[in-house]
């Protein structure tokens, strides 16, 4: 018995990819991160402040604009200090009082490439192992999935072009953030 070789024909997408918004009138933007695999990692020691230091970094994928399945590279920080990161001073001409984390896009300059969304979220320790537990249970459960709902934007004045290309090249305020998972039986 032969099988045929042949390429199937591939559908054309009945509507272009483009990293523009929908709603490009909003202050912020929403998406969702699905998470595929987590690291976690506890360093116990007393050289560090609060005498740990914890690390938690995912990889997932999420759909910005009309492109579906944009990888995400993420982090999860414990903050202590009440100020927002020194390095942002640098990106912002306005400093929010409080920041619960960033986000920037990596663009290659192959077309053929996807684009790529790095993002840090920062919370206090108690949030911390809270979120741990929500995203572990995520990936314990049988058929389980693990994901990060967030709403970005932009501190300093967007003007009427941000959300179509601008946002691209910025590095975005995460508004607000939050863990979830969900398990089928």
Known sequence: MFFSKRAEPIAAPTERESLEWEHEDRRSQSFRIIAKSCFFKAQPGLQYR???KVEFT???????????NVPVYGEIEVWDDVEPPRFLIDRWKTLPESVE?????SLSGDPSLPPQLNITFYCTADAFELVTRVIIAGFSATAGKAAFDVD???PDEKGADFWKERWQNETLQVLMWDARSTAEQ
């Open 50 to 52: 609060n005498g740990r």
């Open 58 to 68: 995912f990889e997932g994928h999420t759909r910005l604009g009309t492109t579906p």
């Open 101 to 105: 984390g960033h986000a920037s896009l």
């Open 152 to 154: 970005i934007g932009f």
